[in-house]
């Protein structure tokens, strides 16, 4: 994986919640599954990681998740108004 200090980070939240027996489950958007991908790369991720979700879509999101559609249609607005900042410093 590219994300090497990310991914030592993971690493260490993997082994804090694995000795708490502690189990994560994920919803990811614009990230589109990075962040199961860093998890999943950890060895014994399989003993935390219980599932992942990547929903992109507004649909995806209140059918899988049940996130308002209102919520969904703010967040997109506030994205529109407040670029991520990798958008802004071109």
């Not at 996130?67 to 108004?81: E, F, G, K, Q």
């Amino acid at each position: 994986m590219i994300f090497d200090e990310t991914l030592l980070a993971q690493a260490r939240q993997i082994w804090i919640r694995r000795g708490q027996s502690l189990r994560l489950a994920l919803a990811e958007s614009c990230t589109g599954g990075l962040i199961a991908g860093l998890l999943t790369e950890i060895p014994g991720a399989s003993d935390v990681v219980e599932r992942g979700f990547v929903t992109y879509s507004n649909e995806a999101k209140e059918d899988l998740l049940g996130v308002p559609a209102d919520l969904s249609i703010n967040m997109a607005r506030c994205r529109r108004r407040w670029p991520p900042p990798w958008r802004r410093a071109r």
